[in-house]
């Protein structure tokens, strides 16, 4: 229901109002220290911090009251600024701890705490604490913590790192930098596990013909990719994204280039799929698919396909990974983006970007609104897509994994992460600076640790930075696309 009506949506974001951290209790244990052999200890629970993430829709904030919202673990306070554009600070008073988020917004471009009236700008900066009066001492010397923001498109982009910003552009997806080439659509859900869960499913072998063999996508068409059990070569990218080569999809084919519908599987002495009644349903949408969804006017050379980099899924068939959170996959006629932002631990807000080419009147957009609000946002973002969450949801992260070789491209995201991510190289420099500083006291440091995430070179890291080979053709196409017999 999620893709009509926002009931759960709006329960969970008033339960973490309702829940907030506040009273008398003792504060949060400090992280355990990871184990050095298993990587995934070293992923961030509350995910990655020296990144911009998209926060909330503009319009969810007004001009009276703030806005409470929580982020990678943090509480926020929402407002709008002396420019009408959305500022994020702290959500815990820094007087005595109250929630600003329970305030007003009685001075423009200001929020105020409603307990003492402490009143804080969009830098931070106390610019009025109410009780005492205008030669209050707390004025100038009570900052509380100010998180950086950017809007673009309607959307809210936050900075949730200790340090300098990076360049907006090398985050987010270029589409929002862009007004001209698309239409943008979007919807939010939430899923009920962590951040690194609900982004490593992308290219897993499980989808098409298991998780998602009865979703209305695969119904309606044979797009799933190929069953193989060779994994993926891949190419990182800027050390921001990872993208597969996808040379692994012909394994099963037969001599005349055609993949199989059933499989048979010596163990279990059975066919998988267990029944092709599934290929009838195809036939019945074929022609949909060759004349109302790939025709020759959506196929146009000026609309198709909609320009984008490498680094977020350059060519038609293609995805890629992208840090902090973001799953992008290029289908040629639009552009599909999943962002899971960490919320808590096991709680991720599942943000959803779809560009569409820019229509040329005023009755294209409308058109597309409607397609996408009536039928495309369910289709793909909540039947489809919304099955990885289902399965994904009870993983058991912290138990011994047994990884298959088609987990490959899965263990690399995990190297990006840990090895190459900006927080990753934030805590090498850290370790190397207090290494100087201990030198230049007449310290001896212990031997050097192999741990994961040093400064070590990662061979597979390395090997997919150095990568040229070009993304195989999978084609959008899907009639054009090899045969299912």
């Known amino acids: 229901m999620g893709a009509y009506f926002k009931f759960k949506e709006r329960r969970i974001e008033k339960a973490l109002e309702r829940d907030s951290i506040r009273g008398f209790s003792a504060p949060p244990a400090p992280e355990p220290e990871y184990d050095a052999t298993d990587r995934r200890r070293a992923i961030p629970a509350k995910g990655l911090r020296e990144y911009w993430y998209p926060l909330i829709h503009e319009d969810q904030v007004g001009y009276k009251k703030p806005v409470y919202w929580r982020i990678c673990g943090e509480e926020l306070a929402l407002f709008r600024d002396d420019q009408g554009k959305v500022a994020a600070v702290s959500d815990v008073c820094p007087h005595r701890g109250a929630s600003l988020s329970q305030g007003d917004c009685f001075y423009k471009g200001t929020v105020s705490c409603p307990y003492h009236g402490a009143t804080f700008d969009k830098h931070g900066d106390c610019k009025a604490f109410i009780p005492e009066g205008p030669d209050s001492k ?67 072998s499980h989808n098409g013909f298991y998780v998602h063999r009865n979703a209305l996508m695969q119904l309606m068409s044979p797009r799933m990719r190929a069953r193989t059990p060779v994994g993926p070569r891949s190419k990182l990218i800027a050390d921001r994204a990872l993208t597969p080569m996808m040379q692994n999809q012909r394994y099963y084919l037969d001599d005349k280039g055609n993949m199989p519908y059933q499989l048979y599987h010596e163990g279990v002495g059975g066919m998988w799929p ?29 609309r198709y396909p909609l320009p984008s980099p490498e680094e977020w899924a350059g060519v038609p068939g293609a995805s890629a990974w ?164």
């Open 274 to 302: 267990l029944h092709t009644w599934r290929k009838l349903v195809w036939k019945l949408f074929s022609p949909w698919y060759r004349w109302g969804v790939y025709n020759k006017w959506r196929l146009d050379p000026k």
């Open 138 to 204: 707390m004025v100038g010397n009570l900052p509380i913590k100010a998180y950086p923001t950017q809007t673009h498109r309607g959307w809210v982009w936050v900075w949730m790192g200790d340090a300098e910003p990076a360049p907006i552009e090398e985050d987010i997806p270029p589409e929002f930098l862009d007004l001209k080439t698309t239409s943008l659509f979007h919807s939010t859900t939430y899923w009920n596990m962590n951040w690194i869960i609900a982004i490593e499913n992308q290219n897993d």
């Open 322 to 485: 992208h840090l902090p959170s973001a799953i992008r996959v290029n289908a040629g006629v639009y552009l599909f983006t999943r962002y899971a932002v960490p919320v808590e631990e096991n709680l991720s807000r599942i943000i959803y970007f779809q560009h569409r080419p820019m229509p040329r009147t005023i009755f294209g957009h409308i058109a597309q609104w409607i397609w996408f609000h009536g039928y495309f946002n369910y289709w793909l973002n909540y039947n489809f897509s919304g099955q990885d969450g289902v399965v994904a949801a009870p993983t058991r992260y912290w138990t011994k994994e047994n990884l298959a070789p088609t987990d490959s491209h899965m263990s690399l995201l995990r190297k990006l992460v840990t090895e190459r991510s900006r927080d990753a190289k934030r805590r090498v420099a850290a370790l190397k600076a207090a290494a100087a500083a201990a030198i230049a006291g007449g310290d001896t440091l212990p031997p050097k640790s192999a741990a994961i995430g040093s400064d070590s070179v990662d061979a597979d890291l390395e090997a997919a930075a150095q990568e040229k080979a070009e993304m195989a053709p999978l084609g959008v196409i899907v009639h054009k696309r090899p045969k299912m017999v």
